[in-house]
Nanobody
Framework: QVQLVESGGGLVQAGGSLRLSCAAS????????MGWFRQAPGTEREFVGR????????RYADSVKGRFTISRDNAKNTMYLQMNSLKPEDTAIYYC???????????WGQGTPVTVSS
């Protein structure tokens, strides 16, 4: 089992920045990737980005490329999502995920809300 706890969500004006954190505990060594997803009201959950836990390589959705950056601190078992140049359409619940080698989600966090006002 892997437990994931997100933090750092909140209200920010368009053009502003936020940094989300995801603290992992449990069998974290079993996860190949860690990822971020988001879900806006009335929409399906969508992929935001992921990081290879060992090598640090990243991949992003086109909608956030160049604005969002994923990083991790292996010693703290924590992943971060730095979000810059935020837009109202980034408003969503942001979820942290532990993913296997096939990039399928094995575990979800509880989510943290991000609201971007125009």
């Amino acid at each position: 089992q892997v437990q994931l706890v997100e933090s750092g969500g909140g209200l920010v004006q368009a053009g502003g920045s936020l940094r989300l954190s995801c603290a992992a505990s449990g069998r974290t060594f079993s996860s190949y990737y860690m990822g971020w997803f988001r879900q806006a009201p009335g929409t399906e959950r969508e992929f935001v980005g992921r990081i290879n836990w060992s090598y640090g390589s990243t991949r992003y959705a086109d909608s956030v490329k160049g604005r969002f950056t994923i990083s991790r601190d292996n010693a703290k078992n924590t992943m971060y999502l730095q979000m810059n140049s935020l837009k109202p359409e980034d408003t969503a619940i942001y979820y942290c995920a532990a993913m296997n080698i096939y990039a399928r989600v094995d575990y979800w966090g509880q989510g943290t809300p991000v609201t971007v006002s125009s």
